[in-house]
């Protein structure tokens, strides 16, 4: 799987072969029409979004997200090139949205017109249990971040883990840290649970980059490769099930 990285040629060739979903918006942020392919991706039917807030048919904690870009591209022209990237249970697909407000003949705003791609067949693999391969479950193999304005995909085999910052997710690797727009809860349902797991509920660390464990008094600590990793305590009820994920043997 290759990596998608819009800031690279080969990652907007990439977006060069995606259908674009393209819906616009008045004023008010109420949705007034959209092509065909927005049409077949977002739940029209049961939504029935026309008319109607932008945010509000999104769920709870999406919310907030779709606002603020609308907010950050209405209050500075210079950043209606901003992307946002979200997870939407539709069912669940990885969209990149990209925002831009429209002007009137006097130069006034007028509107929105929203563009998104649907890269879920990018950035994720099916699931497999054996010879069945369940083609209505996926996994995340790459994770969403935003760089500098642009998006970049980062391959979940160089996140060391993830910490939960409110709705949405810090992603350590060995080198950097990077913001992901998702929210950890949902981050968690796409990662392979034999390679990630939740030890906290602020963290998710990966197995494969775990060196040891330490304990102060009572509280455990995860020990993770890279010198920038945080310190990543370990709940008393996820103890257990790490120490087994890990092949310890012994009390708790």
């Known amino acids: 799987m290759m990596a998608l990285d819009l800031t690279t040629s080969r990652g907007l060739e990439l977006l060069e072969t995606l259908p674009a979903g393209i819906v616009t918006l008045n004023a008010e942020r109420e949705v007034i029409a959209m092509n065909d392919h927005a049409r077949r991706v977002l739940p029209v039917d049961t939504k029935k979004p026309f008319g109607q807030f932008v945010s509000s048919f999104h769920r709870s904690r999406a919310r907030s997200k779709v606002e603020s870009l609308f907010d950050e591209t209405s209050s500075c022209p210079l950043s209606s090139q901003a992307a946002l990237t979200m997870m939407i249970d539709i069912p669940d697909r990885v969209l990149l949205i990209k925002l831009s407000q429209l002007s009137n003949e006097a130069g006034r705003p007028a509107g929105f017109a929203l563009v998104f ?4 067949a990018l950035v994720t693999e099916q699931q497999s249990d054996g010879a069945t391969t369940r083609t209505s479950e996926w996994l995340l193999t790459q994770i969403p971040t935003r760089v500098d304005r642009n998006v970049r995909f980062v391959p979940v085999s160089s996140v060391t883990c993830l910490e939960s910052n409110a709705h949405s997710t810090r992603i350590y690797t060995l080198d950097r840290t990077l ?4 929210a950890i809860s949902d981050l968690e349902k796409k990662l392979d649970p034999t ?3 939740r030890v906290h509920r602020r963290f998710i660390v990966n197995l494969r980059e775990v ?3 330490s304990r102060v008094g009572a509280k455990t600590h995860v020990i993770l490769n890279g010198d920038g990793a945080p310190e990543v ?12 994920a890990l092949g310890i043997r012994g009390r708790d």
């Not at 791609?117 to 879920?120: K, L, S, Y």
């Not at 305590?233 to 087994?244: D, G, Y």
Request: hydrophobic share 40%; glycine share 4%.
């Open 195 to 197: 390679q990630f797991v």
């Open 233 to 244: 305590p370990v709940s008393r009820e996820s103890l257990a099930q790490l120490k087994r």
């Open 211 to 213: 060196s040891g464990l």
């Open 117 to 120: 791609f649907d890269v879920t």
């Open 179 to 182: 913001a992901c727009s998702l």
